[in-house]
């Protein structure tokens, strides 16, 4: 399999460390694996968007520059607004690759598991945007989200942002999957409407777009299957000898 094959599944991967492992090691990293893994999911978005999609490919490395520029120069000592202004163009560069994925894959008639794994990616970025526009909103507004406190004593009030970005990962993840386990709860008007549109375009994204896929996805596997079971049974079907000792139908054995 061609590494350009696996340019969803690479993404998908590096997306899977920010939202999984990312939190487990933030105290610890602090800005550095802040950085380290937004940047290794912007590598992965730019190379999964098709080389002849010349101009997506521009305006996504345009806004992933603007992205991380101000998040690197913060985790070096720069002052907190680097940090703002990378956060306002995250939403931007992960709102634009989810679309730009997911534009490729629309028309898809024969979906793979690569396809598959593109979709998934689409649902996680999504996830990405919404957690940082949380984390803007509550640079904007102190006090959108009221957390509780955790229980292993860590604080979760820790650099420029009210809060740790892995705490707006969960908000997000727990958001876009219909979770809703309450535990952090919207207190402006501005934070409801966001919390309020992850949940129906979560909703809607399993429900229409991924479930189209994995119905195409189902149908080309069938397909396949079923045409690999003819051809298998054709070749057994010609030539094969007659154990018998016979000579095959329609010869003489004059």
Do not use: C, K
Not at 30 to 38: F, I
């Amino acid at each position: 399999m061609s590494t350009t094959r696996l340019r969803f599944s690479v993404l998908l991967a590096a997306l899977v460390g920010l939202l999984l492992v990312y939190p487990l090691v933030a105290d610890a990293s602090g800005g550095v694996g802040l950085g380290v893994s937004m940047s290794l999911v912007v590598l992965g978005v730019v190379r999964a968007i098709p080389r002849e999609n010349s101009r997506d490919q521009a305006t996504a490395l345009v806004l992933a520059a603007a992205h991380l520029i101000p998040v690197w120069a913060w985790t070096s000592g720069a002052p907190a607004p680097f940090l703002h202004a990378g956060l306002a163009a995250a939403v931007l560069f992960y709102g634009y690759a989810a679309a730009a994925v997911l534009f490729y894959l629309a028309p898809a008639q024969r979906v793979t598991s690569e396809e598959l794994a593109g979709a998934a990616s689409v649902y996680l970025l999504l996830g990405v945007a919404w957690a940082v526009a949380y984390a803007f909103i509550d640079v904007l507004q102190p006090g959108a989200f009221a957390f509780p406190p955790l229980s292993d004593g860590v604080e979760t009030r820790t650099g420029p942002a009210p809060h740790h970005i892995a705490d707006y990962l969960y908000v997000s993840l727990v958001t876009l999957t219909t979770l809703g386990f309450g535990d952090v709860l919207p207190t402006t008007r501005a934070a409801r409407s966001l919390v309020v549109a992850e949940a129906v375009t979560g909703v809607f994204y399993t429900t229409v777009v991924l479930a189209r896929l994995v119905s195409v996805f189902a149908a080309t596997s069938g397909a396949v299957a079923w045409s690999t079971r003819s051809d298998t049974e054709q070749e057994r079907g010609h030539g094969s000898p007659d154990r018998s000792g016979s000579a095959p139908r329609g010869t003489s054995t004059a």
